[in-house]
């Protein structure tokens, strides 16, 4: 409309007819960006008094799309207060998702706890409180696929089977606990674990074979003092076989062990032997 063509009493109603068509026009634009949910668009400018209720809702939706974001980030403590009907919907929605995370956390804490009991037996003997077998080979095997060079002792209790046979299995039990208990004198990262019965396996890094040798007769020293206690009516003693990895081993957990226990037998015949003579 050309307002200058009207005539000049019709000018003022002119004017604001272009005025009332421009500010429509402008509701026209936020109301369809708003409904396809494209709330940064450009807003009417101030002078814009019909558009004011529909600014009004989109700053609402603004608000309500930061609070939407902040739930979603874990803040269940957002409420809407200022849209009606909705606002209630809302904030039933909140506290069902607070009470879901709640108990979704207290899930995943039984799940943990669960996981770290499943360990507990999984990874330790029973009895002793050890490392077991299955942790054991699980060590051994990955220090080896890492090219760890470390020593391993295999070590075998000696007449552990006479003492259960004669004295009944808690005494054989003392008898292991006795051991299981000087063996943990190795120092540093060392692994003892318990591989069953009256054997044990100790995976030390950083300590050679020599050095691991005169430690386990120490060891075996302070193991055959227990025999002398006047409640000990029988023989307690360990043998012992010690090889340690090449950087970058070639030869296979099982050929290692087989060395360490080679040499374990040989050392409890010479001290029968010893014993004899």
């Not at 209630?88 to 770290?116: C, G, P, Y």
């Not at 060590?139 to 046979?165: H, P």
């Not at 040989?266 to 014993?275: S, Y």
């Amino acid at each position: 409309m050309n307002v200058d063509e009207l005539p000049e009493s019709f000018q003022d109603l002119g004017l604001g007819l272009v005025y009332y068509c421009e500010c429509v026009n402008e509701m026209r634009t936020l109301a369809a960006e708003m409904s396809k949910g494209n709330l940064d668009c450009k807003l009417p400018p101030p002078d814009n008094e019909m558009a004011a209720q529909l600014k009004s809702l989109h700053a609402s939706l603004r608000h309500l799309s930061w609070q939407a974001r902040e739930v979603a980030r874990g803040d269940y403590k957002q409420r809407v207060d200022f849209m009606g009907e909705f606002s209630e919907s809302f904030n039933t929605m909140i506290a069902q998702l607070r009470r879901h995370h709640e108990s979704l956390i207290e899930e995943i804490k039984e799940v943990k706890d669960q996981n770290e009991e499943l360990t507990g037996v999984a990874y330790f003997d029973a009895l002793t409180g050890l490392f077991n077998r299955a942790y054991g080979m699980h060590t051994l095997q990955e220090w080896l696929a890492n090219g760890r060079s470390f020593t391993i002792c295999f070590i075998d209790m000696d007449n552990l089977k006479y003492v259960n046979d004669k004295y009944g299995h808690n005494e054989g039990d003392r008898y292991i606990l006795a051991v299981a208990k000087a063996l943990q004198s190795f120092p540093g990262d060392t692994v003892v674990c318990r591989l069953g019965g009256d054997e044990f396996m100790i995976l030390a890094p950083g300590i050679d074979e020599a050095t691991a040798e005169k430690m386990l007769n120490d060891i075996r020293n302070k193991v055959i003092q227990v025999s002398d206690a006047p409640d000990i009516p029988y023989y307690t003693s360990l043998s012992y076989g010690v090889i340690m990895t090449k950087p970058k081993e070639t030869r296979e957990a099982s050929e290692l062990l087989s060395i360490a226990d080679a040499k374990m037998y040989e050392f409890k015949r010479n001290a029968k032997m010893e014993r004899k003579n």
